[in-house]
């Protein structure tokens, strides 16, 4: 039930902050040496929420070593909702990560997004900031033009 509720928080919250039909909306999931299944429910639960409400998409951060699993069980969700639409992944791993890399080098063909350095301090406009890097087959993996469906 927890994820239903939150599925609906997510979308009322977007919608308040004036997000456009469509946006993607990730759930961030972290890593878990075994997912266990109330986990599962949740991010399933909350999956549906926010397609059945139908303005925005939802999709995932993910861990390399959970991404299989849980897209497979997103793959069933937006199917069984009548969407055609792969389901938006955002896949978190340093193993072998360069700027140069494109999204699915992570290891699974479906990540849209590779995030491969966690809070690496850079300098950008003579302000140093702990950034987190990141490469996407798109400039903003939210965006609405990142849809195909």
Same mark, same amino acid.
């Given at each position: 039930?927890?994820?239903? *509720?939150?599925?609906?928080?997510?979308?009322?919250?977007?919608?308040?902050?004036?997000?456009?039909?469509?946006?993607?909306? +990730? =759930?961030?999931?972290?890593?878990?040496?075994?997912?266990?299944?109330?986990?599962?429910?949740?991010?399933?639960?909350?999956?549906?929420?926010?397609?059945?409400? #139908?303005?925005?998409?939802?999709? *995932?951060?993910? %861990?390399? %070593?959970? !991404?299989?699993?849980?897209?497979?069980? =997103?793959?069933?969700? +937006? &199917?069984?909702? #009548?969407?055609? =639409?792969?389901?938006?992944?955002? *896949?978190?791993?340093?193993? #072998?990560?360069?700027?140069?890399?494109?999204?699915?080098?992570? #290891?699974?063909?479906? !990540?849209?997004?590779?995030?491969?350095?966690?809070?690496?301090?850079?300098?950008?406009?003579?302000?140093?900031?702990?950034?987190?890097?990141?490469?996407?087959?798109?400039?903003?993996?939210?965006?609405?033009? &990142? =849809?195909?469906?």
């Amino acid at each position: 039930p927890r994820g239903a *509720v939150e599925g609906r928080d997510a979308v009322a919250r977007t919608a308040a902050e004036g997000f456009p039909r469509g946006t993607i909306v +990730f =759930l961030d999931i972290e890593r878990m040496e075994r997912m266990p299944p109330a986990m599962r429910d949740y991010y399933r639960a909350w999956t549906r929420e926010v397609l059945a409400d #139908g303005r925005y998409i939802p999709g *995932v951060y993910v %861990h390399a %070593h959970n !991404a299989g699993a849980v897209h497979d069980d =997103l793959v069933a969700e +937006f &199917a069984a909702a #009548g969407r055609a =639409l792969e389901p938006p992944v955002w *896949v978190a791993s340093g193993r #072998g990560f360069s700027r140069e890399s494109a999204p699915h080098e992570v #290891g699974h063909w479906f !990540a849209d997004v590779w995030q491969g350095v966690l809070d690496k301090v850079e300098s950008h406009g003579g302000v140093r900031i702990p950034i987190d890097v990141n490469v996407a087959a798109v400039p903003s993996p939210s965006g609405v033009y &990142a =849809l195909t469906e």
